[in-house]
């Protein structure tokens, strides 16, 4: 069995360096402010800036944004329209400036259903920020936890229909290579916004040892104290990774 400890990538000192981010509370966030839902989503994009920037001066090597969930789709096709718009605009935008501060950007979720153009988009963030060392930004678009790991089994039964593999060798590495994740550690801090408490289909399989702080900051309004402070409740606890507690 691997080393739960080896899965994410938690520094020396107890720091997280892969921080995950369930990003929730943009509605809300419009509605009391007597404002259109879509002006949350357009807040809640400089609050990706601030925690991005945040997140470099903080020394965590990957932050993860959990942006459109699969089930994101149930909503209303106007809505789903300014979240598409948004994700362009982001893109067109920021690519260059990330680039330029070596953020290297990834993009995990099904990509099949997404917008042709936004697809096009997405490889060409990939490709030109591939070598950029600073801080890895990885945007979850179109996903969900349970889909990911359906499809990393059926990718599994196929390549052992095709001789590629055999079923002994099929351990919990080898089945994490073909998630959407593949090569990228675990997180070490899973944060969510707006006091809701539910992990909503997210990095289900790569979360198995996260430490989870709830927040009940709206997105909008999340900045660089709310993220220190996540960090400092993380490194307050005693991580066990199902051992017994560390004795003083």
Avoid at 104 to 113: F, L, N, Q, S, W
Avoid at 185 to 197: A, F, M, N, W, Y
């Amino acid at each position: 069995m691997n080393d739960p400890k080896k899965t994410g990538c938690e520094d020396n000192s107890g720091h997280p360096l892969h921080v995950a981010i369930i990003m929730d509370g943009n509605g809300r966030w419009a509605k009391a402010r007597g404002l259109p839902r879509p002006m949350g989503h357009r807040a809640g994009i400089e609050a990706v800036r601030r925690t991005i920037a945040a997140a470099g001066k903080m020394g965590v090597g990957h932050l993860t944004l959990y942006s459109f969930s699969s089930e994101n789709w149930r909503r209303p096709a106007d809505e789903i329209g300014e979240l598409m718009g948004l994700l362009r605009f982001y893109l067109r935008s920021e690519l260059a400036g990330l680039h330029k501060e070596h953020i290297r950007v990834r993009i995990v979720g099904d990509r099949r259903k997404l917008p042709a153009d936004i697809v096009e988009m997405i490889d060409h963030a990939e490709d030109l920020t591939q070598d950029n060392r600073a801080l890895t930004l990885t945007l979850a678009l179109n996903y969900g936890g349970r889909q990911e790991i359906t499809a990393a089994a059926r990718s599994l039964a196929k390549a052992v229909e095709r001789g590629q593999l055999q079923p002994d060798a099929i351990d919990e590495h080898v089945f994490q290579s073909f998630l959407f994740t593949g090569g990228m550690p675990d997180p070490d801090l899973v944060i969510r916004t707006s006091g809701e408490k539910r992990i909503s289909n997210f990095l289900l399989w790569q979360s198995a040892y996260a430490e989870y702080v709830f927040m009940d900051v709206l997105w909008p309004d999340f900045a660089a104290e709310h993220l220190a402070a996540a960090i400092d409740e993380f490194r307050r606890r005693d991580r066990r990774y199902g051992a017994t507690a560390t004795q003083n």
